[in-house]
């Protein structure tokens, strides 16, 4: 029976394998040639990154010009409901007029002895002839009356049996008086025409006929002329009652091949095909006021149209990134031969030096990286053959060496001689002085050695606090003889030991740095105050003097120059402090400097724990 690997087992295998396709992967990376890394860099990198760019603008660029083209055709159709809304609220204004008309009335109810007085009785009411001149939106005003012993005439029609059959006349019967909008035939002008209709009562509620008023299909015409597309009025029955395309008027949107256009209320946007084109329309519905009729405007838009003017674009396009790309494409081939011929010749060159042949001449120029290595390579050669002869002289230059090493110890010998000779006279000075009563003399000699003594004794190891603070008094109690009562110090040391080991010549030089700088030059007396106390577990050392101060620029450029190792301008005592503190205790540490003109300067820093190093 098969065992199953334990988990641990498996985890191991995956990840060895993991690690073999990696390996195996790196190696094979590493076994192409330069020349053809650059090619697969330049076809991963550039190549497949700007086809797939340019993939996914041609979609955006589709998609947005399409989107501009439903906009706009949005934005017609607000228009033109606009305007359609004006052409209602004219007519239905209109419609009121008349409906409240007592005279329209009177003519209706009068009893006439004669078909003369009829006709006079229709001439003298202009109220339809005045609507009509006056309202370019009206085309004709019509009034089928339903009195049948009345004459009749172009504007004061009878009521037939086949008009009273009419589906739009019983549907204005049925409304009582309330606005229908229909699509009438006129039968003066023997024309279609999209009307207003309504039934015209009296003052008893009794019908005297009904009022239809055409629209004017110029007026209509006028409002969609000026559309980019295709656009058409269509009405709740389904004819187009007005197109941009006079051929299309009065047929209905299932024999132009639309009538899949059912829209949702507000505008709805519909795939279709028009005339034979894949197409896109736009359909906003409108509802007059005072009325239930729907219309629908329709915008019709082919897209290959749209879309042609966007392709157009992107072939520009793709010509330009096509030609990019070649010429992208040979100058990577060039750089690519050039690059690996130079790679190859140092190859070889360094190929000949490996196997011992150490006259090779490097013949590989330039200023970029492989002929700086070239150039390196060349004085690496020149190296290892001075190395081969200094070797071959290391035995006969030991004699010379040995008693060369003798004189030089002989003569650091005698340069630490002075410094104790000079000690010595120093103690004698002091002696003498305090032998014949001059004790302020005779103390600061002894300070002055002491600080000699010091200097003389110091080493990289550290020292106590109490040591250091010694040496900063005697520096001070000199100034202050030299000076007299020009410099004033002050030492406030709290709640630190003076025990505590800190570096050598970390303050002093600071302080010496205040005296020399702040406030030899000061006019009047100055002073120089030395801090040091505990902030948690860091030790805090503080110097400020009241001397003449650094400008700005000055200061920005001291700071600037702390981590310089080289001295061109001989100012070494806060850099040496600087760059000891952190050479021992870390680069988080280091010396904080303000100052300000006339002022004064402050000098401050932390040391970690009890002062020993960190690093």
């Keep these: 029976m098969k065992r199953d690997i334990p988990m641990n087992k498996k985890q191991r295998l995956e990840k060895a394998l993991k690690v073999h396709w990696h390996r195996l992967l790196y190696q094979m990376f590493n076994n192409i040639s330069m020349k053809n890394k650059l090619i697969i860099s330049y076809v991963f990198v550039v190549f497949i990154p700007v086809v797939l760019v340019g993939l996914i603008l041609i979609s955006d660029m589709r998609k947005t010009a399409i989107q501009k083209a439903i906009d706009e055709t949005i934005s017609n159709a607000n228009k033109t409901e606009r305007d359609l809304e004006e052409i209602f609220k004219t007519l239905l204004d209109v419609s009121n007029r008349i409906y409240v008309d007592n005279n329209l009335e009177n003519i209706m109810a009068k009893k006439y002895q004669s078909a003369w007085e009829v006709v006079l009785a229709f001439r003298s009411y202009s109220a339809f002839n005045d609507y009509i001149n006056y309202y370019k939106a009206i085309r004709d005003i019509r009034f089928y009356m339903t009195k049948d012993n009345l004459l009749g005439d172009m504007k004061y029609l009878k009521t037939t049996d086949e008009i009273k059959n009419y589906p739009w006349y019983e549907k204005t019967i049925s409304k009582r008086g309330l606005v229908s909008w229909e699509y009438t035939y006129n039968e003066t002008r023997q024309e279609f025409y999209l009307s207003l209709t309504r039934l015209v009562s009296n003052t008893h509620g009794a019908p005297i006929g009904v009022l239809v008023m055409d629209v004017s299909k110029d007026y209509i015409y006028s409002i969609l002329e000026n ?138 120029d330039g200023e970029d990286e492989i002929g700086q290595l070239s150039k390196d390579l060349s004085v690496m050669v020149k190296s290892i053959n001075n190395l081969i002869h200094e070797v071959y002289e290391v035995n006969l230059q030991r004699n010379n060496m040995l008693m060369l090493h003798r004189e030089i110890r002989y003569k650091m010998l005698v340069s630490q001689v002075n410094p104790h000779f000079l000690f010595n006279a120093l103690e004698a000075i002091r002696m003498k002085a305090h032998s014949i009563g001059q004790d302020e003399i005779s103390e600061k000699v002894k300070s002055l050695g002491k600080i000699l003594r010091t200097s003389l004794e110091s080493s990289r190891d550290f020292i106590k606090l109490e040591k250091e603070i010694d040496l900063v008094k005697n520096y001070l109690e000199l ?98 402090v600087h760059q000891r503190i952190q050479l021992h205790y870390g680069r988080e540490y280091g010396l904080a400097l303000q100052s300000e003109r006339d002022i004064g300067t402050r000098v401050e820093f932390y040391l970690p724990g009890e002062g020993e190093a960190v690093c």
Excluded: W
């Design 227 to 364: 559309d980019t597309y295709q656009t058409m009025i269509v009405n709740d029955q389904g004819f187009i009652i007005a197109a941009k395309d006079y051929s299309i008027i009065g047929r209905t949107l299932e024999n132009i091949g639309l009538k899949d256009l059912s829209p949702q209320e507000g505008t709805s946007v519909f795939n279709c095909s028009y005339q034979g084109r894949k197409s896109i329309a736009t359909v906003k519905t409108s509802v007059p006021q005072l009325s239930n009729n729907v219309f629908k405007i329709i915008s019709i838009f082919p897209t290959d149209n749209i879309i042609s003017g966007a392709n157009k674009v992107i072939i520009s396009g793709f010509v330009i990134i096509t030609v990019s790309l070649i010429l992208a494409l040979i100058i990577i081939i060039i750089f690519s031969r050039v690059l690996s011929e130079r790679i190859r010749k140092l190859s070889l060159e360094m190929h000949n030096i490996a196997l011992g042949n150490l006259n090779t001449t490097i013949t590989v």
């Design 479 to 576: 100034q202050s003889f030299r000076f007299g009562n020009k410099i004033r110090y002050n030492l406030d040391i709290k709640n630190v030991p003076l025990e505590t080991r800190i570096l050598p010549f970390i303050i002093q030089p600071i302080v010496e740095n205040a005296v020399v700088h702040g406030l030899e030059n000061k006019a009047g007396d100055g002073a120089v105050e030395i801090k040091i106390s505990r902030e948690g577990s860091l030790l805090k050392i503080c110097i400020a003097d009241n001397g003449l101060g650094i400008d700005q620029e000055k200061l920005s450029y001291i700071r600037s120059t702390l981590d310089e190792q080289d001295y061109p301008d001989g100012r070494i005592g806060l850099r040496n």
